[in-house]
Protein backbone atom coordinates (compact mmCIF):
# COMPACT_ATOMS: atom_id res chain seq x y z
CA UNK A 1 0.00 0.00 0.00
CA UNK A 2 3.02 2.36 1.07
CA UNK A 3 4.78 1.55 -2.14
CA UNK A 4 1.88 2.22 -4.63
CA UNK A 5 1.01 5.70 -2.92
CA UNK A 6 4.74 6.20 -2.96
CA UNK A 7 4.54 5.65 -6.63
CA UNK A 8 1.59 7.47 -7.20
CA UNK A 9 3.61 10.58 -5.07
CA UNK A 10 6.61 10.18 -7.16
CA UNK A 11 4.25 10.72 -10.57
CA UNK A 12 2.64 13.62 -9.31
CA UNK A 13 6.13 15.63 -8.26
CA UNK A 14 7.48 14.64 -11.30
CA UNK A 15 4.20 15.90 -13.68
CA UNK A 16 4.10 19.39 -11.55
CA UNK A 17 7.79 19.33 -11.95
CA UNK A 18 7.31 19.35 -15.77
CA UNK A 19 4.72 22.33 -15.54
CA UNK A 20 6.22 24.32 -12.53
CA UNK A 21 9.81 24.03 -13.67
CA UNK A 22 9.82 26.26 -17.36
CA UNK A 23 7.00 28.51 -15.66
CA UNK A 24 8.82 29.23 -12.99
CA UNK A 25 12.03 29.31 -14.53
CA UNK A 26 11.29 31.75 -17.03
CA UNK A 27 9.78 33.80 -14.63
CA UNK A 28 13.24 33.88 -12.50
CA UNK A 29 15.06 34.37 -15.87
CA UNK A 30 13.11 37.71 -16.71
CA UNK A 31 13.83 39.16 -13.50
CA UNK A 32 17.61 38.24 -13.55
CA UNK A 33 17.71 39.75 -17.02
CA UNK A 34 15.71 43.00 -15.67
CA UNK A 35 18.18 43.40 -13.01
CA UNK A 36 20.99 43.10 -14.97
CA UNK A 37 19.32 45.52 -17.83
CA UNK A 38 18.95 48.30 -15.09
CA UNK A 39 21.76 47.59 -12.57
CA UNK A 40 23.77 45.13 -13.33
CA UNK A 41 25.29 46.94 -16.35
CA UNK A 42 25.25 50.48 -14.99
CA UNK A 43 28.12 49.34 -12.26
CA UNK A 44 29.59 45.62 -13.54
CA UNK A 45 32.92 46.89 -11.02
CA UNK A 46 31.16 44.65 -7.83
CA UNK A 47 31.01 41.45 -10.50
CA UNK A 48 34.92 42.14 -11.44
CA UNK A 49 36.88 39.68 -9.06
CA UNK A 50 33.95 36.91 -9.48
CA UNK A 51 34.37 37.23 -13.42
CA UNK A 52 38.11 37.37 -13.30
CA UNK A 53 38.35 34.25 -10.88
CA UNK A 54 35.94 32.64 -13.50
CA UNK A 55 38.32 33.12 -16.52
CA UNK A 56 41.24 32.09 -14.45
CA UNK A 57 39.98 28.93 -13.96
CA UNK A 58 38.47 28.13 -17.24
CA UNK A 59 42.26 29.67 -18.54
CA UNK A 60 43.39 26.48 -15.88
CA UNK A 61 41.14 23.84 -17.24
CA UNK A 62 41.94 24.88 -20.68
CA UNK A 63 45.55 24.66 -20.47
CA UNK A 64 46.07 21.49 -17.55
CA UNK A 65 42.90 19.35 -17.05
CA UNK A 66 41.02 19.74 -20.97
CA UNK A 67 40.23 16.07 -22.27
CA UNK A 68 41.20 13.86 -19.13
CA UNK A 69 37.79 13.42 -18.09
CA UNK A 70 36.42 13.60 -14.63
CA UNK A 71 38.46 12.69 -11.80
CA UNK A 72 38.64 12.24 -7.87
CA UNK A 73 38.14 15.56 -7.00
CA UNK A 74 35.53 15.53 -9.15
CA UNK A 75 33.65 12.79 -7.42
CA UNK A 76 34.04 13.21 -4.46
CA UNK A 77 32.60 16.77 -4.89
CA UNK A 78 29.44 14.87 -6.51
CA UNK A 79 28.94 12.49 -3.90
CA UNK A 80 29.49 15.24 -1.00
CA UNK A 81 26.56 17.10 -2.61
CA UNK A 82 24.64 14.12 -2.40
CA UNK A 83 25.50 13.83 1.41
CA UNK A 84 25.08 17.62 2.20
CA UNK A 85 21.88 17.46 0.64
CA UNK A 86 21.19 14.18 2.84
CA UNK A 87 22.45 16.21 6.01
CA UNK A 88 19.73 19.46 4.78
CA UNK A 89 17.07 17.25 4.65
CA UNK A 90 17.69 15.36 7.61
CA UNK A 91 18.02 12.03 6.32
CA UNK A 92 20.65 9.70 7.92
CA UNK A 93 23.68 8.77 5.64
CA UNK A 94 24.50 5.50 5.75
CA UNK A 95 27.61 5.03 3.27
CA UNK A 96 30.03 6.94 1.51
CA UNK A 97 32.94 6.72 -1.12
CA UNK A 98 34.15 8.19 -3.88
CA UNK A 99 37.25 7.06 -6.51
CA UNK A 100 38.46 6.87 -9.72
CA UNK A 101 37.77 3.53 -11.03
CA UNK A 102 34.12 2.33 -12.00
CA UNK A 103 32.63 0.60 -8.48
CA UNK A 104 31.09 -2.51 -9.83
CA UNK A 105 27.66 -2.73 -8.23
CA UNK A 106 24.04 -2.70 -9.88
CA UNK A 107 22.93 0.70 -10.85
CA UNK A 108 26.52 2.30 -11.14
CA UNK A 109 27.26 2.08 -14.49
CA UNK A 110 30.04 4.49 -15.20
CA UNK A 111 30.01 5.33 -11.65
CA UNK A 112 32.88 6.25 -9.37
CA UNK A 113 31.06 7.01 -6.11
CA UNK A 114 28.37 6.65 -4.42
CA UNK A 115 25.98 8.11 -1.16
CA UNK A 116 23.67 5.18 0.88
CA UNK A 117 21.20 6.84 2.69
CA UNK A 118 18.42 5.93 4.43
CA UNK A 119 15.12 5.95 2.58
CA UNK A 120 13.93 9.24 2.03
CA UNK A 121 10.21 10.61 0.90
CA UNK A 122 9.77 12.12 -2.61
CA UNK A 123 10.65 15.57 -2.21
CA UNK A 124 13.68 15.21 -0.44
CA UNK A 125 14.63 12.63 -2.75
CA UNK A 126 14.50 14.53 -5.43
CA UNK A 127 16.97 17.05 -4.09
CA UNK A 128 19.39 14.11 -2.95
CA UNK A 129 19.46 12.69 -6.41
CA UNK A 130 19.29 15.94 -8.03
CA UNK A 131 21.71 18.49 -6.22
CA UNK A 132 25.36 17.36 -8.09
CA UNK A 133 23.70 18.73 -10.82
CA UNK A 134 22.64 22.21 -9.88
CA UNK A 135 24.30 23.15 -6.64
CA UNK A 136 28.16 24.77 -6.64
CA UNK A 137 28.99 22.92 -3.46
CA UNK A 138 32.07 24.43 -3.03
CA UNK A 139 30.75 28.25 -3.76
CA UNK A 140 28.08 28.31 -1.67
CA UNK A 141 29.98 26.74 1.31
CA UNK A 142 32.64 29.62 0.88
CA UNK A 143 29.76 31.98 1.05
CA UNK A 144 28.93 32.95 4.17
CA UNK A 145 32.57 33.52 5.20
CA UNK A 146 32.36 36.63 3.02
CA UNK A 147 30.20 38.48 5.17
CA UNK A 148 32.55 38.19 7.96
CA UNK A 149 35.36 39.76 6.30
CA UNK A 150 37.00 43.38 6.18
CA UNK A 151 35.89 45.33 2.63
CA UNK A 152 39.19 45.65 1.67
CA UNK A 153 39.67 41.66 1.49
CA UNK A 154 35.88 40.88 -0.17
CA UNK A 155 37.38 41.39 -3.79
CA UNK A 156 40.06 38.95 -3.28
CA UNK A 157 37.52 36.10 -1.72
CA UNK A 158 35.02 37.15 -4.94
CA UNK A 159 38.11 36.30 -6.52
CA UNK A 160 38.25 32.83 -5.21
CA UNK A 161 34.60 32.72 -5.24
CA UNK A 162 35.13 32.72 -9.19
CA UNK A 163 37.66 30.24 -9.00
CA UNK A 164 35.40 27.82 -7.69
CA UNK A 165 31.97 28.91 -9.11
CA UNK A 166 34.16 28.33 -12.85
CA UNK A 167 35.07 24.97 -11.45
CA UNK A 168 30.92 24.27 -11.08
CA UNK A 169 30.39 25.27 -14.47
CA UNK A 170 32.62 23.47 -16.19
CA UNK A 171 32.24 20.42 -14.06
CA UNK A 172 28.74 20.66 -14.36
CA UNK A 173 28.03 20.92 -17.71
CA UNK A 174 30.49 17.35 -18.14
CA UNK A 175 28.25 15.76 -15.55
CA UNK A 176 25.11 17.02 -17.05
CA UNK A 177 25.91 15.63 -20.35
CA UNK A 178 27.53 12.25 -18.60
CA UNK A 179 24.13 11.95 -16.82
CA UNK A 180 21.75 12.32 -19.70
CA UNK A 181 24.60 9.69 -21.80
CA UNK A 182 24.12 7.02 -19.09
CA UNK A 183 20.55 7.58 -17.92
CA UNK A 184 20.07 6.17 -21.50
CA UNK A 185 22.72 3.52 -21.40
CA UNK A 186 21.08 -0.43 -20.94
CA UNK A 187 21.43 -1.90 -17.41
CA UNK A 188 22.08 1.62 -15.75
CA UNK A 189 18.91 1.35 -13.42
CA UNK A 190 18.98 3.48 -10.49
CA UNK A 191 21.85 6.21 -12.22
CA UNK A 192 20.57 9.82 -11.25
CA UNK A 193 18.54 11.09 -14.32
CA UNK A 194 16.61 7.94 -14.45
CA UNK A 195 15.28 7.59 -10.58
CA UNK A 196 12.89 10.51 -12.13
CA UNK A 197 13.38 10.60 -15.89
CA UNK A 198 15.73 12.39 -17.94
CA UNK A 199 12.89 15.39 -18.56
CA UNK A 200 12.18 15.81 -15.18
CA UNK A 201 15.70 15.81 -13.91
CA UNK A 202 16.84 18.29 -16.62
CA UNK A 203 14.25 20.75 -16.28
CA UNK A 204 14.43 20.68 -12.21
CA UNK A 205 18.36 21.04 -13.18
CA UNK A 206 17.61 24.07 -15.35
CA UNK A 207 15.28 25.85 -13.23
CA UNK A 208 17.43 25.58 -10.35
CA UNK A 209 20.22 26.47 -12.05
CA UNK A 210 18.52 30.08 -12.70
CA UNK A 211 17.88 30.43 -9.28
CA UNK A 212 21.18 29.90 -7.65
CA UNK A 213 22.93 31.79 -10.76
CA UNK A 214 20.62 34.82 -9.87
CA UNK A 215 20.96 34.61 -6.32
CA UNK A 216 24.98 34.75 -6.49
CA UNK A 217 24.91 37.63 -8.81
CA UNK A 218 22.39 39.69 -7.23
CA UNK A 219 23.90 38.76 -4.16
CA UNK A 220 27.61 39.85 -4.96
CA UNK A 221 26.74 42.84 -7.05
CA UNK A 222 23.84 44.16 -4.73
CA UNK A 223 24.09 42.51 -1.50
CA UNK A 224 21.22 40.32 0.91
CA UNK A 225 18.43 43.24 -0.63
CA UNK A 226 19.38 43.03 -3.87
CA UNK A 227 19.02 39.25 -3.86
CA UNK A 228 16.23 38.75 -1.61
CA UNK A 229 14.25 41.20 -4.09
CA UNK A 230 15.06 38.58 -6.78
CA UNK A 231 14.00 35.35 -4.99
CA UNK A 232 10.26 37.43 -4.20
CA UNK A 233 10.18 39.08 -7.68
CA UNK A 234 11.01 35.56 -8.81
CA UNK A 235 8.29 33.64 -7.16
CA UNK A 236 5.35 36.08 -8.01
CA UNK A 237 6.50 36.75 -11.11
CA UNK A 238 3.48 35.73 -12.87
CA UNK A 239 0.83 36.92 -10.41
CA UNK A 240 1.86 40.23 -10.22
Given at each position: ??Q ?24 F??V ?37 G????D ?14 TF???KG ?9 R ?6 A ?41 V ?12 F ?12 I ?8 E ?11 S ?17 L ?6 A ?14
Open positions: MNCLNGRVKHVVKLLGLVLCPVLGVGLLLLDYGRKELLDDLRPMAPFAVGMGLWFWVYWVYFRGRLGLWTWEHELTHALFCILTKVFRAETETIDPGSVGAGYVKHEHASTIRSVLIVLSPYFFPTFTMLLLPLRFALVKSMPWFDLLLGVTFGYVINRYAEIGLARTARTKGAGHDFQVFGIAFLLFTLFCHVLIVGFLITLHGGWSAWEFLKAGAVYWVT
